[in-house]
């Protein structure tokens, strides 16, 4: 709707435009009734004295943000306003004993006002950044196209329900990237409602592999950390405005299911028997159009992805394939490579003869 008035505001809107896939001439009426636009000669004209585009920020969706207030210089009465964060990344960037790079100085963050929006902070000169821990649950609510492919598996994209939350932090040191601290957080949980892509791996497909409990999900980590890698290449968008997460296949979509994460360890063997899925959602409220074009060439972003894995010089995972391998025995690359075989080649298989003689067979 921002949107929509921003480009009433620079000529009148015609009845025969188009703004996406929705009814112009409904949203038109529900501005002119908010007193936004008038209709004269068959178009809406702009008829509000503000600027429409003053209201919509470039550098976040929301408009939600907080604000930064040093208050080093508290005790002579001279607190600072230094800037302002987006809702979602104050989370991660701005929680409570949080190290806050701004203009190339470190700033420790004393209190979080999540009611007010403010975050105050103090200059300090230390040898360690943090980064925050989070966990992300997905679920599905509306499917919007859902297709079986061979693996078993299937790929599907629609509207989901993404809840995450802070619980943690840890202290890095620059340059080494030790880990020389952490800590606690309890935080309000944030739910966002965006579209996702997603693809559900099979029981068969996971209990033909030769691997351990532990190592398959070690792989199925792996495997989604470099999916959402390759993915931002091909959409040519940045690695933050695509999120990742596993869950498990829930009955049916919107049904009931318990919110668990999937990372934490499972007691029992019969924890084999779940049907994973992993998904890279859209990082913004109501999505941004990601999800739809990555269900369109999800056959290339499984090629690309393996590519990328096989390629890699490094024994058991580093940052530039499946993340970096907190242990030896996890075997992540091989699992994600076994996943990726399974997904291709049976297809390329069935697709090859019904494109014979093409170079763009699969």
Same mark, same amino acid.
């Given at each position: ?6 480009a009433a505001f620079e000529l009148p809107l015609s009845p025969d435009e188009r703004f996406g896939n929705v009814d112009l001439a409904e949203l038109c009426d529900r501005l002119g009734e908010a007193g936004f636009l008038h209709k004269s000669g068959g ?73 007010k929006r403010k975050a105050y902070v103090k200059r300090v000169n230390v040898d360690y950044f943090t980064d925050a821990i989070r966990y992300t649950q997905v679920r599905v609510l509306e499917i919007a196209e859902e297709e ?82 390759? &993915?931002? *290449? ?7 405005? +695509?999120? #990742? $997460?596993?869950? @498990?296949?829930?009955?049916?979509? =919107? ?82 490579? &076994?996943? *990726? ?7 390329? +298989?069935? #697709? $090859?003869?019904? @494109?014979?003689?093409?170079?763009? =067979?699969?």
């Open positions: 709707m921002n949107h929509l008035k921003c178009n809406w004209h702009w008829v509000q004295q503000a600027y429409p585009a003053d209201t919509i920020s470039l550098r976040s969706v929301t408009s939600d943000n907080f604000v930064i207030i040093d208050t080093t210089g508290e005790g002579n009465g001279e607190p600072e306003v230094i800037g302002e964060v987006d809702f979602s990344s104050a989370l991660t960037t701005v929680h409570p004993k949080a190290i806050y790079i701004h203009q190339g100085q470190q700033y420790h963050v004393e209190r979080l006002d999540f009611d079986s492919i061979l693996g078993p598996a299937a790929r599907a994209h629609g509207d989901v329900l993404v809840r995450s939350q802070v619980v943690g932090f840890k202290k890095i040191k620059f340059f080494t990237n030790e880990n020389v601290g952490s800590g606690k957080l309890e935080l309000p949980e944030n739910e966002m409602h965006t579209t996702a892509f997603w693809v559900t791996l099979g029981h068969d497909l996971l209990a033909q592999l030769p691997f351990t409990l532990s190592e398959r999900q070690s792989g199925i980590f792996g495997l989604l950390y470099a999916l959402g890698s390759v &993915a931002t *290449l091909l959409l040519m968008c940045d690695r933050r405005d +695509l999120g #990742a $997460a596993v869950g @498990e296949r829930p009955p049916s979509a =919107a049904s009931e299911i318990n919110w668990e994460e999937f990372a934490e360890p499972h007691a029992s063997e019969s924890a084999a028997f779940f049907e994973p899925n992993l998904y890279l959602y859209d990082a913004y409220p109501g999505g941004i159009g990601f999800s739809e074009p990555l269900y369109r060439i999800s056959n290339a972003l499984f090629e690309r992805t393996q590519e990328l894995i096989a390629a890699c010089p490094c024994e058991n995972g580093c940052p530039s394939c499946v993340g970096p391998a907190g242990d030896k025995s996890e075997r992540s690359k091989e699992v994600a490579l &076994a996943i *990726l075989e399974r997904l291709l080649t049976k297809e390329c +298989l069935v #697709a $090859a003869p019904a @494109e014979k003689g093409s170079e763009h =067979a699969i």
